[in-house]
Every structure is written in C-alpha cells, then in structure tokens.
C-alpha cells in the first residue's frame, strides 16, 4: 500500500513538473478551492513571489489533487511536493509528540488554542519535528473545533455507542471515538460525502467551515457541537526545498508564512461564528451538547502508554494561559 502511494505521488508530480522551473514550488493540499485554507495558501503565494520581486513563485494545488494527506506527507520525503498543510496527527507519525496539538480536549477555548500556537511548547515541538525529519514547520494555522454529523442528535457519549464513523486515517483521531463506543473507518476526505450519501458510514467529525466546504448538510440532517478537538494544521516546507533558500529568502517564507497562518486562523474563527445560524437556515438541526460528558470518556486516554507526547509536555500544554 505505501509503495503505491508513493507511486501515486510520484506520478502526479511528473505530470506537473514541465510547469516548474528551479524557483518554482509545489504546495498540496486536500481542502476544496472554496475553503479559507486554500485562499490564504494563495495569499501566501503571491506575497512570496511580490516579495521577492518574482525570484521564487509558488504553485497551489488543492482538493486532494497531489494526493491524500498519507500522500501529501510522503510527499515531502520523496522530493515530489514542497509544501503542504498537513494535520498533527499526520506530522505526529514522523514525530509523534507533535500530535499533541490535535488531541481531544485538550484546549479549553479558542484563546488557549492561539497561546499554545505561539508558545515554547509548540516551538519546542515543531524543532523535535525538524530534527527527525529535515522538514520545517513554517506556522500552525487553525482547523477549527471539530464536531459530529449525523442523521440524528449526538447530545451524550451513549449516543455515539456502535456509530459507525468516518475519521481522518490517523491513529490518534481514533482515540474519540473509541472512548465512547463509537466504530471509527478511516476514509479519503474525497470520498467522505459519498461514504455518507450511500450510508457506509452513520456519519462524520470536521469543523464547521469544512461541513459547509464539502457540503455534508446535504447528506446529514444533524451537526452535534461535540467540538472534541481545537484541531490545526502545521504549514510544513520539505528539507530540499528549505535548503534551496538564502537564509534571507528562508525568513521570508517563514514572516509570510506565519503571517497567513495567523490571518487565516482568524479567519476560520469568524467562521465558526457566522456558520451555526447559516446551517440552521439550511433546515440542519445544530444541537449544543455537555461536553464535559464527553471529555471526561476521553480523559484516561490523554495519558495512556501509547500516546505520543510525555506526561510532562500535557501538563504543560495544560498550563498555557
């Protein structure tokens, strides 16, 4: 399966690479054009070639175009991409103590999400993941909280007992719904909507502005605000592509870079906002739920032996104010 992957990724690559020259970049990423992740890669893009008075110009495929997040990830190593938004939990299987940033309930708000996005815990992490893997987290921009759809209300961990539910394929985005008796099926983010119109699975987790995005409301008549996860995405360079930089021009990927994460973590925020009487319009139930019910199924597994951060990096997470 890995072999393929790679192939897959390989392939698309060449297919793109008579549109490159030396100073070109490749930027993949699974999100639809119409999302706020892919405007503000854009965004990013074309401040990078004004900035650099068109030295460096970066090309941006989205919609899963370059492959699926596995793919994206290999990607990086194998020379065939350059940059990606890619999940923690995806990072987190090259350096597992990064995942820790999309572990469930582990962020209180909003605000402590920001905080820990630009403290010396995540620092401290993004250098781990450098350090093992030669790739460099440019920023973290905001996924937003992630919650349940389905073709019913999600309002008590009991609901969710045998829910057949589409997940990322990520092995810590398994650890909700397990907590709850819930049966989570790892599938493509392309194929997630059809898996819901034909019933292969009871439903799905993503935050608000992704329902929208990919129009699920059209195939789940319930959105449960569980938000389980403050889930965000680190903007990673691959080592070749970083080492082809001046120091100069690296301080300029990375001022853009991050100002795009911070601008777009906003932006995804005011989303989230806007989005519950957009949906309600649209004739979807939008259920608020105790999540404190659900937290506290998850608690014991935050700190079970098999996780990939320490005992001493969640308690400090804990404690960012």
Same mark, same amino acid.
């Given at each position: 399966?890995?072999?393929?992957?790679?192939?897959?990724?390989l392939?698309?690559a060449l297919?793109i690479?008579?549109?490159? =020259?030396?100073?070109d970049?490749v930027? $993949? #990423? +699974?999100?639809?054009a119409s999302?706020?992740?892919?405007k503000?890669a854009e965004? *990013?893009?074309?401040e990078?070639?004004k900035r650099?008075e068109g030295?460096?110009?970066?090309e941006?495929?989205?919609s899963s175009?370059?492959?699926?997040?596995?793919?994206?990830?290999e990607?990086l190593g194998?020379?065939?991409?350059?940059i990606?938004y890619?999940?923690n939990?995806?990072a987190?299987n090259?350096?597992p103590?990064?995942?820790l940033g999309?572990?469930?309930?582990v962020?209180?708000?909003?605000d402590h999400?920001?905080?820990y996005?630009k403290s010396d815990?995540?620092?401290?992490?993004s =250098?781990?993941y450098?350090?093992s893997t $030669? #790739? +460099?987290?440019?920023g973290?921009i905001?996924?937003?909280?992630?919650?349940?759809t *389905?073709?019913?209300?999600?309002?008590?961990?009991?609901d969710m007992q045998g829910?057949?539910?589409?997940?990322?394929d990520a092995?810590l985005?398994?650890?909700f719904p397990?907590?709850?008796?819930a049966?989570p099926?790892?599938?493509a983010f392309s194929?997630?909507?059809l898996a819901?119109?034909?019933?292969?699975v009871d439903?799905?987790?993503?935050p608000l502005?992704?329902?929208?995005?990919?129009k699920?409301?059209?195939?789940?008549?319930?959105i449960?605000?569980?938000?389980?996860?403050y889930?965000? =995405?680190?903007i990673?360079?691959?080592?070749?592509a970083w080492?082809?930089?001046s120091?100069?021009?690296q301080?300029l990927?990375?001022?853009v870079?991050?100002?795009?994460a911070?601008q777009?973590?906003l932006?995804?925020?005011?989303q989230?906002?806007?989005?519950?009487?957009?949906?309600q319009?649209?004739?979807t139930?939008?259920?608020?739920?105790?999540r404190?019910?659900f937290?506290e199924?998850?608690?014991p597994?935050l700190?079970?032996e098999?996780?990939?951060w320490?005992?001493e990096?969640?308690?400090?997470?804990?404690a960012?104010?």
């Amino acid at each position: 399966m890995r072999a393929r992957h790679q192939l897959t990724t390989l392939l698309l690559a060449l297919s793109i690479a008579p549109f490159t =020259q030396a100073n070109d970049f490749v930027f $993949g #990423h +699974v999100y639809e054009a119409s999302h706020s992740h892919h405007k503000w890669a854009e965004w *990013a893009a074309d401040e990078i070639e004004k900035r650099s008075e068109g030295r460096h110009h970066i090309e941006v495929f989205p919609s899963s175009q370059l492959g699926n997040e596995v793919e994206l990830n290999e990607g990086l190593g194998l020379g065939t991409l350059d940059i990606i938004y890619t999940g923690n939990a995806f990072a987190g299987n090259a350096y597992p103590p990064i995942a820790l940033g999309s572990a469930p309930f582990v962020f209180r708000d909003f605000d402590h999400w920001i905080a820990y996005s630009k403290s010396d815990l995540f620092k401290e992490l993004s =250098q781990g993941y450098e350090e093992s893997t $030669g #790739h +460099v987290p440019l920023g973290l921009i905001y996924f937003g909280q992630r919650h349940v759809t *389905a073709n019913k209300p999600v309002l008590t961990p009991e609901d969710m007992q045998g829910m057949k539910i589409r997940v990322p394929d990520a092995p810590l985005l398994l650890m909700f719904p397990r907590a709850v008796g819930a049966n989570p099926t790892p599938i493509a983010f392309s194929e997630v909507y059809l898996a819901l119109q034909q019933g292969v699975v009871d439903g799905q987790e993503n935050p608000l502005p992704i329902i929208r995005a990919m129009k699920f409301e059209e195939v789940q008549s319930d959105i449960s605000l569980t938000g389980h996860i403050y889930d965000s =995405q680190p903007i990673i360079m691959s080592s070749n592509a970083w080492s082809s930089l001046s120091a100069e021009d690296q301080a300029l990927f990375r001022d853009v870079f991050q100002e795009a994460a911070e601008q777009g973590s906003l932006d995804i925020q005011q989303q989230e906002q806007d989005l519950v009487p957009w949906f309600q319009e649209q004739g979807t139930q939008v259920h608020e739920v105790d999540r404190e019910a659900f937290a506290e199924a998850v608690r014991p597994s935050l700190t079970g032996e098999d996780v990939g951060w320490t005992a001493e990096q969640y308690e400090r997470l804990e404690a960012i104010e």
